[in-house]
């Protein structure tokens, strides 16, 4: 039998669907790690330029507030780095997803309401962050239990 008609393993001369899959979440879970973690920097060290934006009157007041409070803005700044940093190392990607749901939720709000310049980018983050839950979804069902015991 020539070479030519002998068959080929498919798995040799091409990736399968399931490891396709593999890289995707790879990227999913990359590159808006990577972006937390660079917006949660900016959080601390002011390295970025300001939008030119300008925000409405309610979406400035709820800024503004959550700059007198002293804490709020270096806690969500924080909370970006730490997710940000489990997400591009691969190490508490669960824990990591649970930490930036409140995070969206909140972002998704503020952008439904107060401004909707900002409603893409947060939806894009919101489809990422229900995509990495459903692929790690195994380790949310012990905390998604109606009743447990200690």
Same mark, same amino acid.
């Given at each position: 039998m020539n070479s030519s008609t002998t068959p080929i393993d498919s798995t040799e001369t091409s990736v399968s669907p399931k490891s396709r899959w593999r890289y995707l979440t790879a990227v999913l879970r990359i590159l808006p790690g &990577? *972006? @937390?973690?660079?917006?949660?920097?900016n959080g601390f060290f002011n390295f970025l330029p300001q939008p030119k934006v300008e925000m409405s009157e309610g979406a400035m007041a709820f800024v503004t507030a959550l700059m007198k409070t002293g804490y709020m803005m270096?806690?969500?700044?924080?909370?970006?780095?730490?997710?940000? &940093? *489990? @997400?591009?190392?691969?190490?508490?990607v669960p824990l990591?997803?649970?930490?930036?749901?409140?995070?969206m939720v909140n972002s998704m709000a503020f952008h439904i309401f107060l401004e909707h310049s900002g409603l893409p980018m947060a939806s894009a983050f919101?489809?990422?962050?229900?995509?990495l839950a459903w692929v790690y979804r195994d380790s949310f069902r012990s905390m998604l239990r109606a009743k447990v015991t200690p």
């Open positions: &990577l *972006f @937390l973690l660079m917006t949660g920097l270096q806690l969500i700044a924080a909370t970006q780095v730490v997710v940000g &940093l *489990f @997400l591009v190392i691969n190490r508490f990591a997803l649970a930490l930036f749901a409140p995070f919101l489809a990422i962050e229900l995509y």
